[in-house]
């Protein structure tokens, strides 16, 4: 008999799930972009390099009020849903799924730090496989708890924010003071040193690419990024038993989503930015008081889009983009990776060596042209292979045995 815990075949995949992980994968690129193109102090204080007027400046903020952290939370909580989608087909297969899914993180552990040391130091795959670790503890939990565990997480990231920003100066040191501004506001001196080892050589890529990778996974995440993390994936487990993820609540439920997202959400993140930027992006206030508008409001404009993607389905709208967004879903592991390596290739020096010279409006350009591409790549490639090649290299080795890979030919 078939091993009922074998892979999710593609009849049993709740279809909307696809669509929202393919939406979100495409989405991270918009806020990703600027991590790829500029220097890193550019991501949180965009004063920091190139020009931030006119159409530059109408970029940034649109991308800042609909994408930064709001596709990165869709893509968060869908993760933690994937936990739960995982556990109930083992469940109902009379089988545990501990094992599985600890082989799971522990590849994509691995993947991530390939990603984050080889290719960008952007990489999200560590977080999630260390957080994953923790998450799937509270598989069993009821809506309520999930719900009430995950807004724990969420609030106590956001106290430590606000404790950091409140005693900055009293209490850390000089010196750590001195080296958080200067990363928020680089100096020409580091500027210069930035784009050259970007434009330079892979290995003098890579030396500043582990640096960063290391500050990233010892000292952004455990004291920042986990509790974000998991406390979007404890929400996202919660909508998904309560069935709003999955697009299977009541229509009235996503409308309010949308109301929530336009009336709460987007003004709550212009608000904050506009703060930012009336102090100049002062690295203090602007990355740990004033981003607490944006750190709340990207759940609620995340949910928004959740609600708007869920009525343009069941309105049977775009549903030839639908169809593209869903094969993107199923393939959003290769999806990503493949992402990072097309941006790297246009910008660093072993490829086109383009860092530091693109205007945020041409970067808006990439990311359509890069969008454009994976709508067309994800669904020709499923039409010959089951799965997209990392999630067949990741399938093979969590389950120990080797996958199907191509589809079978239709003959008669």
């Not at 409140?166 to 850390?172: E, I, K, P, R, S």
């Not at 050589?201 to 996974?217: C, D, G, H, K, V």
């Amino acid at each position: 008999m078939e091993n009922l815990l074998a892979p999710v075949r593609e009849p049993e995949r709740i279809d909307f799930l696809d669509v929202l992980r393919g939406f979100a994968v495409c989405g991270i690129l918009a806020m990703n972009i600027q991590s790829f193109a500029m220097p890193g102090a550019a991501y949180f204080n965009p004063l920091a390099y190139g020009d931030f007027t006119g159409a530059n400046y109408l970029v940034w903020l649109l991308a800042n009020a609909l994408a930064n952290q709001k596709f990165m939370t869709l893509f968060s909580m869908l993760f933690g849903a994937g936990v739960l989608l995982m556990c109930d087909r083992a469940r109902a297969a009379g089988r545990g799924a501990a094992g599985l899914h600890y082989r799971r993180m522990g590849w994509l552990l691995l993947f991530g730090l390939a990603h984050a040391y080889l290719v960008w130091a952007g990489d999200i795959l560590v977080d999630y496989a260390l957080c994953g670790l923790l998450v799937f503890v509270f598989r069993k939990a009821r809506p309520g708890w999930l719900l009430a565990s995950g807004l724990l997480f969420l609030l106590i990231g956001s106290l430590m924010m606000l404790m950091a920003g409140l005693t900055a100066g009293t209490y850390w040191p000089p010196e750590q003071l001195a080296a958080f501004e200067a990363r928020m506001q680089p100096s020409a001196a580091k500027l210069a040193e930035e784009l050259a080892a970007y434009r330079g050589t892979w290995l003098t890529s890579f030396r500043a690419r582990a640096a960063e990778s290391a500050e990233m996974q010892l000292t952004v995440f455990p004291f920042f990024t986990f509790w974000r993390v998991m406390g979007v994936m404890l929400l996202g487990m919660t909508l998904y038993r309560w069935r709003v993820l999955t697009g299977e609540a009541a229509g009235r439920v996503y409308g309010w989503l949308i109301g929530l997202a336009l009336l709460v959400g987007l003004p709550a993140t212009i608000y904050g930015a506009q703060r930012q930027l009336a102090t100049g992006w002062d690295p203090i206030p602007s990355f740990f008081l004033h981003a607490q508008w944006g750190y709340w409001a990207s759940l609620l404009v995340a949910l928004g889009w959740l609600g708007a993607l869920v009525l343009l389905v069941r309105a049977s709208l775009w549903s030839g983009l639908r169809r593209r967004l869903a094969a993107c879903g199923r393939m959003a592991f290769s999806c990503y990776i493949l992402t990072s390596l097309i941006c790297t290739a246009l910008f660093y020096g072993h490829g086109l060596g383009l860092f530091g010279r693109v205007s945020r409006l041409g970067q808006a350009g990439i990311t359509l042209a890069v969008w454009l591409f994976l709508l067309w790549l994800a669904p020709f490639w499923l039409a010959r292979f089951r799965f997209g090649p990392l999630e067949w290299l990741w399938r093979s080795l969590a389950y120990r045995a080797r996958q199907p890979w191509r589809r079978r030919a239709v003959t008669g």
